[in-house]
């Protein structure tokens, strides 16, 4: 039983940064993040936003709304996972999930089997 452990989120104003980390019990092949805002119609698992995964091999995937700003890391020596995010904005605000041994998709969150509790990031304008 993988567990995952997210920190880091909080409160900034555009334009900041911060920089989320999970914990992972294990070393998964592929493990990512996501994230749910009140704006998702769908509730659960389903109406996460895949934001970027990174898989066994070090490939990383983005999604359009982060790439340029956000930089997935981890540390494989201490299964630390992390999300580096800059230039953040009002539409950033959610929470933000780790997800570990699914697919590798961003589009297919359902099929992560392991996720964190989440971590809350608000963006002020």
């Known amino acids: 039983q993988l567990q995952l452990v997210e920190s880091g989120g909080g409160s900034v104003q555009a334009g900041g940064s911060l920089r989320l980390s999970c914990a992972a019990s294990?070393?998964?092949?592929?493990i990512g993040w996501f994230r749910q805002s009140p704006r998702n119609e769908r509730e659960g698992v389903e109406g996460?936003?895949?934001?970027?995964?990174?898989?066994?091999?070090?490939?990383?995937t983005y999604a359009e709304s982060v790439k340029g700003r956000f930089t997935i890391t981890e540390d494989n020596a201490k299964n630390i996972l992390y999300l580096q995010m800059d230039s953040l904005q009002p539409e950033d605000t959610a929470m933000y999930y780790c997800?570990?041994?699914?697919?590798?998709?961003?589009?297919?969150?359902?099929?992560?089997?392991?996720w964190g509790q989440g971590t809350q990031v608000t963006v002020s304008s």
């Open positions: 997800a570990a041994e699914g697919a590798c998709l961003l589009e297919a969150p359902i099929s992560f089997g392991y």
């Open positions: 294990g070393d998964p092949y592929c």
């Open positions: 996460r936003e895949g934001i970027a995964t990174i898989d066994v091999k070090g490939i990383t």
